[in-house]
């Protein structure tokens, strides 16, 4: 009896161990957003930056910002950093993130655009495959890559 009650456990706990796993939402590139609302979780490499009307490309393909459920995070051309954010996906609000302290001097301008843009209210808007996040007088022009997610 113990040995047929115990087959019947390993039956159960392989019958539901070789189901199907979930998707976990990461949208590859070649999938296109249905939607202009900021998707979660998602990643966005920086393509340009933007203060008081002068535009400047990416310094270098480092710089990226991934978002997620409450949290944000990437490089922003040198240094990692991440943080919090509340509100909404429109209007985050972003209370500053933590970041490594290298210097990088071809980076620094970038990253000093990025940094500050995420301490305060950040706007986002979606188009297609970019995302524009503004705040503190700066944009952000990002693309999507979510294959940094991983």
Do not use: H
């Not at 409450?70 to 991440?82: A, D, L, P």
Request: proline share 5%; with cysteine.
């Amino acid at each position: 009896m113990p040995f047929r009650l115990l087959l019947s456990a390993l039956g159960l706990f392989l019958a539901c161990a070789c189901q199907p796993k979930p998707t976990s939402g990461v949208t590859t590139e070649k999938q296109e957003m249905s939607s202009s609302e900021l998707p979660i979780p998602s990643a966005w490499v920086i393509k340009t930056c933007e203060q008081n009307g002068e535009k400047v490309p990416a310094v270098n393909n480092k710089g990226f910002i991934a978002i997620r459920d409450g949290q944000i995070g990437g490089n922003s051309g040198c240094n990692s950093f991440g943080g919090d954010w509340s509100g909404s996906k429109k209007k985050m609000k972003v209370p500053g993130v933590m970041a490594t302290k290298m210097y990088c001097a071809d980076a620094a301008t970038q990253e000093q655009m990025v940094f500050d843009l995420l301490n305060g209210t950040v706007t986002s808007k979606v188009a297609g495959n970019t995302l524009t996040l503004t705040g503190s007088g700066i944009t952000l022009t990002l693309e999507r890559n979510d294959k940094l997610l991983q």
